[in-house]
C-alpha cells in the first residue's frame, strides 16, 4: 500500500501541517508510521477522508458537523448539517439582495436628480436603508483589501469572503516554551496555562497576549508559545525570557480548527497591491484571543469558545 508522506499531502492539497494535525486531534483523520521513518504518512483511506473533509469544509460545513456527518453510517446527519448551512446561506442571500435594491435605488436617484449631492439623497431616503431589517446574527460587515485565486481545495472566493485587518503588534517581552513532539501544541498550552496561574500573570499585567507559531526541529513537529510578561520580570526553566520586535501584520480571525484558512490569508497577502509579506522571523503567529477570560477552562470549554487571529507579518510595498 503506496503511504504518502505529510510534506506530500501539504504540497497536494494546499494545507498546512497544522491543519492536518488538527483533524488528527479531533479524530477526523488517522496517519501512520512507516517503520524506520521519522515522519508521518497517509495511506489511500486516509487520502480520500480527507479529500471528503476538505470537500464539505468548501462549503463552509462548521467542524463539529464534519465529525458528525463522518461518524454517521447513514445520511441523516448530512442532511441535518446541509439544511443548517442552506438556511444560513438564505438568510444571507435575503439580506445581500435587500442591500442591493437599496443601493440600486440610490444609485438610480443621483442619476436623476443632477441638481442634488449624494449626501442630501441619502439622507432623504434613510428611511429606505432602516427598512432592510439587517439580520445581525448572520451577518457581518466586511472589509476586503484584495481577490485572491483559490485552488481546487481552498475555499471558495465568493462565499469565504472574510474580515482581514491590518494592525501593529508593540514591541514586548515574552515568556517563551517551545516543545518538539507528537502533540506540540497541547504539551504547550497546558505549561502555559500553568504559567498564568502561578504567577498571577493576569494581576500583575492584565493587558498580556498569548501567541504560538509552529516550530520544528528535526523529524518530530515543534510548536512554541508566547506570553507577554512585565519588562522586568524574570521566568523560570523550562520557560525562556525574550524579546519580540512586534510591527505591521495582516490579521484574520478564525474560531479553533479552521487553519485551513492559512492558505486564504497567504493568498490575500500575495495578491494584495499594497503590501507584501516581511520576512521576519517567526513567519507567521497565531494569537489566542480573550486568552485572560478562558486559561481556567477545561480543554473541552476552552476549544469550544476559543477565537485565534492569524497573523502574517507585512509591509508596505514600495
Request: with cysteine; hydrophobic share 35%; net charge negative.
Amino acid at each position: 500500500m503506496e503511504l504518502v508522506t505529510i510534506t506530500e499531502v501539504t504540497k497536494r492539497y494546499h494545507i498546512s501541517t497544522r491543519t492536518l494535525r488538527y483533524y488528527e486531534q479531533l479524530g477526523l483523520l488517522v496517519s501512520s508510521k512507516k517503520e524506520g521513518y521519522a515522519y508521518r504518512t497517509y495511506d489511500a483511506d486516509a487520502l480520500k477522508r480527507l479529500e471528503q473533509i476538505l470537500v464539505l469544509r468548501k462549503f463552509r460545513i462548521p467542524l463539529k458537523d464534519i465529525q458528525r456527518v463522518l461518524q454517521s453510517e447513514g445520511g441523516e446527519a448530512a442532511q441535518i448539517a446541509f439544511q443548517a448551512k442552506l438556511h444560513e446561506l438564505s438568510d444571507e442571500i435575503a439580506t445581500l439582495t435587500s442591500l442591493k435594491a437599496a443601493l440600486e435605488k440610490l444609485a438610480g436617484l443621483l442619476n436623476e436628480r443632477t441638481d442634488m449631492n449624494s449626501s442630501a439623497i441619502i439622507a432623504a431616503h434613510e428611511w429606505q436603508v432602516g427598512s432592510l431589517q439587517l439580520r445581525t446574527d448572520n451577518t457581518k460587515e466586511e472589509f476586503i483589501m484584495g481577490t485572491t485565486n483559490c485552488s481546487e481545495y481552498d475555499m471558495n472566493p465568493i462565499s469565504m469572503l472574510k474580515d482581514v485587518r491590518i494592525i501593529y503588534l508593540p514591541p514586548s517581552y515574552v515568556a517563551s516554551i517551545h516543545f518538539n513532539s507528537e502533540a506540540p501544541e497541547s504539551e504547550s498550552s497546558d505549561w502555559v496555562r500553568q504559567f498564568v496561574k502561578e504567577t498571577e500573570l493576569d494581576k500583575i499585567k492584565p493587558d498580556f497576549r498569548h501567541y504560538g507559531f509552529n516550530h520544528p526541529e528535526g523529524a518530530k513537529h515543534g510548536y512554541e508559545r508566547w506570553v507577554t510578561i512585565p519588562e522586568h520580570m524574570e521566568v523560570k526553566a523550562p520557560f525562556v525570557k525574550k524579546h519580540f520586535s512586534g510591527g505591521m501584520y495582516a490579521a484574520h480571525m478564525i474560531p479553533m480548527g479552521n487553519f485551513d484558512e492559512w492558505s486564504w490569508l497567504t493568498k490575500w497577502v500575495e495578491s494584495s497591491s499594497q503590501y507584501e509579506h516581511d520576512a521576519v522571523e517567526p513567519s507567521c503567529l497565531e494569537e489566542h484571543l480573550n486568552y485572560i477570560n478562558q486559561y481556567q477552562l477545561n480543554d473541552e470549554e476552552l476549544h469550544a469558545c476559543t477565537q485565534l487571529d492569524l497573523l502574517l507579518p507585512i509591509r508596505s510595498r514600495e
